[in-house]
C-alpha cells in the first residue's frame, strides 16, 4: 500500500480519507460478524441436547448368587 502524507493533504481531503476508512472497517467488521455468525450457527447443532427414545429399562439380572438359591421350577414344570 502506498504511504500517503498525511501533512500534506488538505482538510478536505483528510476528511474524505477518514469517511472512506470508516466504510471500509464496516464493511470488513461486518463481513467477519457474518462469518462469526456461520461459525456459531455450526457450532450450535452440537450444543443442542439430543432426543432419547424413551424405551422401558431393562429388567434387572438376577446375581449368580440368587440364582443358585432359587430352585428351578421352570425345568421341573416342564418335565
Do not use: N, W
Not at 19 to 30: Q, S, Y
Amino acid at each position: 500500500m502506498a504511504k500517503i502524507d498525511l501533512d500534506s493533504l488538505s482538510i478536505e481531503e483528510l476528511a474524505g480519507l477518514r469517511e472512506h476508512a470508516t466504510d471500509k472497517l464496516f464493511e470488513k467488521v461486518a463481513a467477519r460478524r457474518a462469518e462469526l455468525e456461520t461459525e456459531l450457527e455450526k457450532l450450535a447443532q452440537y450444543g443442542k441436547p439430543q432426543v432419547k427414545k424413551t424405551e422401558s429399562a431393562p429388567a434387572p439380572k438376577a446375581k449368580k448368587s440368587d440364582e443358585a438359591k432359587e430352585p428351578k421350577e421352570s425345568v421341573a414344570k416342564a418335565a
